[in-house]
């Protein structure tokens, strides 16, 4: 029994090939007819804080956006996740919400898969660690100036925090740039598709 | 191409450029891990500069610790374990040796350097930016024919050692896993079908991975510098089938309850705690070779590396049959608890069987005695109580985020009270550092030329 074939067929390919059918091919049927969105119907909803976005910062947004529009706001989602993804924010926020430990009570509706069939979510970001809250219901509950204000230094608005500054999400004048507006609008957008109303006090900060 | 004979099958050469790597890497990573540390008690040294920025620099410490540190350690480990129980010379020394040798550490530059750029991939464990990926895996595809030829030609002859099972498995293993890890995630399918590959990809890039090659080095180390074999053939059946079996079947346990589909979370927990047994198997394979013969573990440090590694190995998987569990999770999930687990299979067994392999390898690899075993004394305890702490104080941190969640405490409590725990873990990981700094130039000592031969000869 020992001899190579045997290690290399059954352990090296047959089990590997099974287990993976369960752990991967499997999921990936079961959710298979769930339509996957492009990131043109993402961005048809062009949301209400793209345009304070603009007015906030009329400057910066026309050099780095032009006017805000369906295009320009495919863009911002761009930049922003490639922001998210190089800083590897997902390493310290998760983009899910379990149906455990208060969770709900916490940060609002529980996850549900098509709401990440997208290509936002290519490569998936639900990560596996939270040391600041999780991020997948965050449209809406700050606003643009709080967003602009932590990432350029979080502990001003958020006491304690450990959270590192980002000072090149900024231009020299202290206003944010493109990865600035683009981070903040892609904050703005996670979320934005079960927006509840927040009657509670805000328990997250 | 492939060359017979007891004598001279080892290019010591190639073992030495991979240990000096390993340990360079080793440096780089810890360092990074501190660095890491100091963001957490706000005390971080470069705030405000991008390509140091924490998260980047987060990643450098994993991303270095496996493909840096673990797998240059791994295939210094198979350029002396391979060609001593085959009898054969690896398939090409001269030229593909050395060839993947400086592809390998051209590769982890890159990758260091893509990662501090930020061109990380949102991949866990597979950050390497994407340009990177394809070299990656051409070095793996390389490795697995460099080494599984000589157990190839050996196999025709005999029946296949516990070593040839494991390093065979884990080097067919680690190319698929890779290519299914880093691409289809990343280009193909998104979102929550995405999770449970990527889940999958994690946790086999250390079950398929690490842990196979690492385990085929213990069971050709340990009986080697135990002179005597190992005590049970049948249990190391046992513990290898085990874990071939179940490893693979276990990605998704790191997306509890999560929106993936729950028969692959179950399947996921059954696995894993199936897996526990087989585990069990191997751990009471070695301490029944070690029985009789404690005494190895005073003289021997190497021996002692490999030891407390496989300890650790039990606790960790111990420690992952409870945590696994879906009632577990609603506490221990997204916290310390889960980097404490990381930190203790990560280096706390396969780091520290690769500190072991090198400590022993290294005398006769130079070809000179030991410098000092007073500091290859220190280093050992400094490494170890250091490890085991940060391994006590992270489970700890664990519990106090989870349960400061799940009470629905302010978001920031769960901060401030981890404060404590994440000072705690900053010295740990100065002790680390310290203790790593004496290893080093302990080495280093014993490789410079004034330093007195060893008596015995090399091929010992």
Redesign the interface.
Known sequence: ????ST??LI???F??F???F???V???L???NIP?KSIEELADNVLPEFYKLADDYPVEFKRYFGEPSKASFAEALNVGKAQ?????????H?Q?I??????E??FGKV???SE???????????G??????DLIREAGRHSNDWHVAHFKNP?NV?????M?????FFDKNGRPNKKGLAIVAYMQWLGSWAQEPVYQLD??? | MVTRGKKGVVSFSLVYAHLVSALVFLGIVLLAGLLYSL??L?K?PF??V?FL????V??LHTNGAVYGFITNGYVAGLYWAVPRLTGYKVLNEKYLGWFMFWALQAAVLATAVGLLG???????WG?TPIFVDPFVLVYLLLALFQF?VP??QY??ER???AS??YI??GL??IP??YI?GNY????F????????????W?HDAVG?YVTPLGWGLMYFFVPVILKKPIWSHGLSLLG??GL?????????H??L?????M??QY??VF?TLVLELAVVTVIINFFMTMRGNGDALKKSVPLRWMMIGIVNYGITCLQCSIQVLLTT???I???DW??GHAHLIMFGTFGFWILGILSYLWPKVTGRRLYSSSLDEWAFWLIMIGMETMWVDLLAGGLV??FT????N???DS??FS?PLWFVRTVTGIMIFVGFILYLYNFYMTAKKENIPSAQPQEA
């Open positions: 029994m020992e001899r190579f290690f290399a352990s090296g390919l089990f590997f099974f287990g993976t369960w752990q991967a499997a999921p990936s079961s959710l298979r996957v998210y993804i190089a800083e590897a924010c997902w390493h310290c998760s899910y379990r149906p455990v430990s208060n969770e009570l916490r996850s549900y898969p990440y069939a997208n290509v936002m979510q290519l490569p998936q970001l639900l596996t660690r939270r040391v600041g809250p502990p958020v006491p304690d925090s450990v590192p500054s980002y000072a090149w328990a997250r900060k | 963001q957490f706000g971080y705030p405000g991008e920025s924490p998260g980047r987060r990643m930020g061109y990380a991939q949102a991949i866990e950050e599984t157990i190839y196999g025709k029946p296949l050692y040839s099972w065979i498995s067919i293993w698929m896993v299914m289809i995630p990343q280009f399918i998104p979102g929550v079908a995405g999770a449970a590959i990527t889940g999958t994690i398929l290898f089938w071939a079996f179940f490893y693979p079947m276990q990605g998704v790191h997306y309850w999560s929106p993936i589909p028969y692959a399947a996921a696995s999770q609603k506490a999930h997204f916290t889960v980097v985020q989870g969640w799940w009470g629905l302010p978001w920031m901060v401030r404060a």
